[in-house]
């Protein structure tokens, strides 16, 4: 055997860097192991979809010609590790070489790393040519500077794509469309019902697996109907160009029960995984621009997430690893309460993403960064708990990605580094953007006492508490200057309401 090429389940791509030149002389080998579902206790629907797009891609490779060593969970001899995989299949093809492209995870860079030594054959690690900034060059973008921002990225970004530019001038004369993004939830912003896929025999033999080992993991498998293939993720790509692009924009940031994915794509799945190329999809969106079926500001919106935010949280990620998973700037130390993992909780807001959590392996921005994320950091909840949650609970969380929406966007736990100021929002904004409240135990509208909406007086609270830390905040002027201007009695109070409904959190009960 020539080359051995490992391929990783998030790397399910005919277009690999790692796949390039290969020929029937090569073996591919790809395996499922019990250290990558175990090492956090991943969300069944997302194990289910990994071995079943992992066994679909095997079966194209095999089509193209290629031979392909592939592992299943409970095969013989399985040692349950990347590491011991490969080096059973060196030992056994003695191939001239072992060729893969950098995986998502530091932890596994590190495990690469050392393989060279282990198995005494040389080791090539290749670019991952599906992103469009490399590391290098985002570490030239980042030069020593100490604090980031994506716009200024993002426009690099545009430039270098030629996405949405009328020359050198960016397409409707503005780079960002923004301020046309924020309409709140009303009930016409019911979308159009999703596509699922029943599943195939592939499919069938991976679910009857995943119940029988992961069963007892945070999340409901029953009801899995995501895409397995390319060409399944295609299909869902091409509805969504059509039934949802066109109102992305304007409802990108509200919140209704009941439409757990609004205009949202839920196409992250597939994009992590390598089922749909980022450079690829963005193209469609800006020629369903160019002929005049969606507009501009949600084109642009759509095409910054994945070239913009994607990209730079991808970037921070390696240029910050290791020390970012360990950042907690407000030092935080609460541990995470234990409805999160039951959706057992009176406040209507988190009791519906996480139930929609739960069932679906998803949640739409918005309710990850100011409902879960937003609520976590207002309680002092510990960063490091609560990426572990993130990256368990959500089929499209890698740690490249998922680690600094958790860290720097939504917990600001690396001091600003990432994103300008604290996304933290009392009860006001959710019922703007929601239709969550009038369903609630709490009432809103009350700022403290037994029934005032927690959020309210956590949000003022926690600008209290790290007032040393974040007074300086040009962004957080304004608040603080209203915090200034309240009463020393609503101050005790909003204290008090708060220091009381964080002593009941602390004495919930671990079920979990
Ligand atoms: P859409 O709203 O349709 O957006 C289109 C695409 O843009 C997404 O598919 C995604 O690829 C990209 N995108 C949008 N926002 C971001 C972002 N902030 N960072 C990276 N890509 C983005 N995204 C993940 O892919 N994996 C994660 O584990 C993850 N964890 C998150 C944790 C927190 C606390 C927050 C605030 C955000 C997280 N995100 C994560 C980003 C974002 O919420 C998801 O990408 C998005 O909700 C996926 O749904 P969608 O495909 O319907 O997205
Ligand atoms: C998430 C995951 C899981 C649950 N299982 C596997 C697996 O058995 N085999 C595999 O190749 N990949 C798996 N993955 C995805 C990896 O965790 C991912 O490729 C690395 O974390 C690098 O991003
Ligand atoms: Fe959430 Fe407060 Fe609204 Fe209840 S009242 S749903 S806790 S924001």
Request: overall charge neutral; aromatic content about 12%; glycine content about 8%.
């Amino acid at each position: 055997v020539r080359n051995l090429i490992l391929i990783l389940g998030d790397q399910l791509s005919p277009e690999m860097s790692s796949l390039a030149g290969a020929s029937a002389d090569d073996v591919v080998l790809m395996c499922e192991v019990m250290e990558e579902a175990h090492y956090v206790r991943h969300h069944p629907k997302k194990i289910a979809f990994l071995f079943s797009a992992m066994r679909h891609f095997a079966e194209d490779l095999r089509a193209r010609g290629l031979t392909v060593r592939y592992v299943r969970l409970e095969d013989e001899g399985n040692s349950g590790a990347f590491g011991g995989e490969v080096g059973r299949a060196v030992s056994e093809l003695r191939p001239d070489r072992v060729i893969v492209t950098e995986p998502g995870e530091f932890r596994v860079l590190e495990m690469m790393d050392g393989w060279q030594r282990a198995f005494n054959v040389p080791v090539e690690i290749r670019d991952d040519t599906r992103f469009l900034c490399s590391r290098s060059e985002f570490a030239a973008f980042a030069g020593g500077r100490r604090q980031l921002r994506m716009e200024t990225f993002y426009r690099e970004m545009r430039q270098k794509t030629r996405l949405l530019m009328e020359g050198d001038a960016p397409a409707g004369g503005r780079w960002n469309f923004d301020a046309e993004n924020r309409k709140p939830a009303t009930l016409d912003l019911f979308s159009q019902p999703r596509k699922g896929f029943a599943p195939d025999a592939i499919t069938a033999e991976v679910l009857a697996l995943v119940g029988r080992r992961f069963g007892a993991h945070f999340g409901r498998l029953e009801g899995f109907d995501f895409a397995v293939t390319r060409a399944q993720a295609e299909t869902l790509r091409d509805r969504f160009m059509v039934d949802h692009l066109p109102r992305f924009g304007e409802r990108q940031d509200a919140m209704l029960s009941g439409d757990p994915v609004l205009s949202h794509s839920l196409l992250s799945f597939y994009l992590n995984a390598g089922l749909l190329d980022p450079l690829d999809l963005c193209r469609r969106a800006e020629t369903v621009y160019l002929a005049g079926d969606a507009p501009l500001n949600a084109v642009e919106g759509f095409i910054r997430q994945i070239i913009g935010w994607r990209e730079y949280i991808r970037g921070v990620y390696w240029l910050k690893m290791p020390d970012y998973r360990e950042m907690n700037f407000l030092e935080a130390d609460r541990a995470l309460p234990d409805f999160y993992w039951t959706a057992d909780t009176r406040m209507a807001c988190l009791r519906q993403v996480i139930t929609e959590t739960r069932d679906n392996a998803y949640a739409h921005h918005i309710q990850r960064l100011m409902i879960t994320g937003n609520f976590a950091m207002l309680a002092g909840v510990r960063p490091l708990e609560i990426h572990q949650w993130y990256l368990e609970v959500y089929a499209d969380a890698y740690e490249w990605v998922e680690l600094p929406n958790v860290i720097g966007m939504s917990q600001f736990a690396d001091g600003g580094f990432l994103g300008s100021k604290p996304y933290a929002a009392g009860g006001n904004y959710i019922n703007r953007m929601s239709d969550y409240c009038e369903g609630c135990a709490y009432d809103v509208r009350k700022k403290t006492g037994k029934d005032a909406c927690p959020f309210n007086a956590l949000y003022w609270d926690f600008l209290d508490r790290n007032a040393d830390k974040l007074k300086g905040n040009h962004r957080l002027g304004p608040v603080y200057a209203a915090w200034g201007r309240m009463s020393p009695e609503q101050k005790r109070e909003t204290r008090q309401s708060a220091r009381a409904f964080l002593a009941e959190l602390d004495a919930l009960p671990k079920t979990y």
